[in-house]
């Protein structure tokens, strides 16, 4: 009977299911990863806010977790979050602003070529500095992450909404220029065509008094 429940709870862990599920160091912390759960046990690395641990298994204050070098330790339970840190969150948002940014530039130096061209960028303009107070009220609440994400997500509809606008525009332009050396062929044509009648007239005239 005494070797019997020793075996059954060796089983019984054993055919646990891994929980394999991914977490977070919360808050601002570096947390010690030990070898065994306990105050004082052998410390084997550290951990620090926003890096991402793969949670094996979970115990009473303890999870045991893999870092992402793939060294396995206890770490207390308390400093582990499921959820990705708010200091995180803000990271992401802030460098996606920063890539909104850079097609906000890319668009306005897109418009300023080709205003010469067409007049029907006009609309674009407008969506752009549309576009642009929003990405200013955008950066003016960014302490508040849940804001964030919400004016995030809209940017990020009227920024795809905008690429394929400066797309249609941008095969506007090609069939403009296309449309500009043919008439400038025609042009041409033209010319040749009307030199050569002058000639062919200024002949008729010399005959004529010969």
């Known amino acids: 009977m005494k070797t019997f429940l020793p075996a059954l709870c060796l089983c019984l862990f054993l055919a646990a299911p891994s929980l394999a599920a991914t977490g977070y160091v919360s808050d601002i912390l570096v947390v010690?990863?030990?070898?065994?759960?306990?105050?004082?046990?052998?410390?084997?690395?550290?951990?620090?806010?926003?890096?991402?641990?793969?949670?094996i298994e979970e115990q009473k204050g303890?999870?045991?977790?893999?870092?992402?070098?793939?060294?396995?330790?206890?770490?207390?339970?308390?400093?582990?979050?499921?959820?990705?840190?708010?200091?995180?969150?803000?990271?992401?948002?802030?460098?996606?602003?920063?890539?909104?940014?850079?097609?906000?530039?890319?668009?306005?130096?897109?418009?300023?070529?080709?205003?010469?061209k067409t007049q029907s960028l006009t609309s674009t303009e407008k969506e752009l500095a549309l576009v642009n107070e929003n990405y200013q009220k955008l950066q003016k609440i960014s302490s508040g992450a849940v804001q964030i994400t919400l004016e995030r997500d809209q940017l990020q509809k009227e920024n795809s909404d905008l690429a394929e606008r400066l797309q249609q525009l941008k095969e506007e332009n090609n069939l403009y220029l296309r449309t500009g050396v043919i008439k400038w062929f025609l042009a041409g044509a033209g010319v040749l065509f009307f030199g050569w009648l002058l000639g062919k007239v200024s002949r008729k005239k010399k005959r004529s008094y010969l």
């Open 62 to 116: 303890f999870m045991l977790i893999r870092t992402e070098k793939g060294i396995e330790g206890y770490v207390r339970s308390q400093y582990i979050t499921k959820d990705l840190p708010k200091a995180e969150k803000i990271k992401q948002l802030l460098t996606e602003n920063r890539k909104l940014q850079q097609q906000i530039d890319q668009l306005s130096a897109s418009l300023s070529n080709s205003k010469k």
């Open 32 to 55: 010690t990863v030990r070898a065994q759960p306990g105050k004082n046990k052998t410390i084997l690395t550290t951990v620090q806010t926003g890096n991402r641990l793969e949670i």
